[in-house]
């Protein structure tokens, strides 16, 4: 059994070797956090104690099982909010220990790239081609890690981060600016279509780490892609200023806020085509940043698959560019489905079957690791 609540999702997923999915049981935050724009930390955890318990006995109810048939209690440990974190570990623990079974920590990144080789194992007759290059990229991450296996265990090298902000909060930030709805992303996606993604040119700076600018050997691993996407959010508020959108973005703000529940399709209506040309100028800007600086690494490091997770990589545009570059590179390239890109139990439930072949379980005193990095 996997148990996540690092951020905004309570989940709970029976998952059997790793692959075959029982249940996946996901409650949602959203309409919690929405009239804030943000997720509240504080509130999270009040949810995910609210939600907890009638999670998991939902996830056991549709995997058609007993509580006392898992294996064992695989939970997220980090990164994420504290209090939330720490909702999640302590039921996970109680679990293990009133059903003596072992409690497994999973880092809540490799349960992100866990989430594309559990589908992954699914659908497709050969494994994923090793070493692979993960992006994974959501509202609080922009990573990029080299995986390979070891036997059972799996091994990962960051490559590649944020300096700032990550991909999935400029979403949230720019959508939140423009009157759109919360979370950003979707919204941003289901609009970009109707705008032309040539309109306004942004830029992003390229960003080299002193120490590493000479370092040219492809087996370096020390060299790093970063990225960085304050900037962008802040040149779409100067174009708001510069071309007076103020007003119409209290409008179509003020419109939404009276629809019981307000939809992407509802703001199409409500954006004039100025806004619709900055809004697909934004998702091309960041998709391309993405995408370059991917397939740079990829090239560098000569993985043999790319894999990518994460919310931002629900992301209708990023995942039709990424596949086709990967095409026309003849670079195997895997996404989850919809519902396993954004956070679910299932991906930790995943990442922890090599842990329990190996018998690599958590402390007694496990507690939640806010900031944890995953690999070196
Ligand atoms: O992985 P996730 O559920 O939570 C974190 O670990 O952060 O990712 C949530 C993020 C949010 O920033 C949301 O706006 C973004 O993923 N997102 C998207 C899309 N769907 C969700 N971003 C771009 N396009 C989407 N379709
Ligand atoms: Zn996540």
Excluded at 1 to 17: F, L, P, Q, Y
Excluded at 154 to 168: C, F, I, P, R
Excluded at 223 to 249: D, M, N, P
Excluded at 316 to 329: I, M, N, T, V
């Amino acid at each position: 059994m996997g148990i996540e609540s690092s951020c905004d999702e309570t989940a709970a997923a029976v998952v059997r070797r790793g692959t075959e999915t029982m249940s996946n049981v996901v409650a949602s935050q959203i309409a919690t956090h929405a009239p804030y724009g943000g997720v509240v930390p504080e509130l999270a955890s009040r949810e995910h104690l609210r939600n907890i318990v009638p999670v998991v006995r939902t996830a056991i109810a549709e995997a058609r099982m007993n509580l006392r048939d898992i294996d064992a209690v695989a939970v997220t440990e980090g990164p994420g909010l504290a209090g939330a974190l720490l909702v999640g570990i302590t039921y996970a623990k109680s679990l293990a220990f009133a059903l003596d079974k072992p409690l497994i920590a999973v880092n809540h990144l490799e349960g992100h790239i866990h989430a594309v080789l559990l589908e992954h194992a699914v659908v497709a007759p050969d494994p994923l081609p090793l070493p692979a290059l993960a992006l994974v990229v959501s509202g609080g991450h922009t990573h990029l890690y080299l995986a390979r296996r070891d036997e059972e265990s799996w091994h990962y090298t960051n490559v590649g981060h944020t300096v700032d902000d990550a991909a999935g909060e400029a979403f949230d930030k720019v959508a939140k600016l423009l009157g759109l709805g919360y979370p950003g992303g979707p919204w941003v996606d289901a609009l970009a279509p109707y705008g032309d993604p040539k309109t306004v040119p942004f830029s992003f700076a390229q960003i080299k780490p002193k120490a590493h600018r000479k370092e040219t050997n492809r087996n370096d691993l020390s060299r790093r892609y970063l990225f960085s996407f304050s900037g962008i959010k802040t040149a779409v508020l100067r174009y708001v200023q510069t071309h007076e959108l103020f007003a119409s973005i209290e409008t179509r703000r003020n419109a939404l806020a009276q629809l019981p529940i307000a939809r992407p399709a509802d703001a199409l209506a409500l954006c004039d085509e100025e806004t619709l040309n900055l809004i697909a100028s934004f998702q091309r800007a960041v998709v391309d940043d993405l995408r370059r600086k991917t397939f740079q690494a990829a090239e560098a490091f000569g993985v043999h698959s790319l894999l990518v997770s994460g919310g931002v990589a629900a992301n209708s545009e990023l995942r039709a560019r990424f596949a086709a570059e990967a095409a026309q590179r003849g670079l195997p390239i895997a996404f989850p489905s919809l519902s396993l890109s954004t956070d679910n139990a299932a991906m930790v439930a995943a990442a922890a079957w090599p842990k329990l072949l190996e018998g690599d379980f958590a402390p007694a005193e496990l507690s939640a690791e806010p900031s944890l990095a995953l690999g070196r």
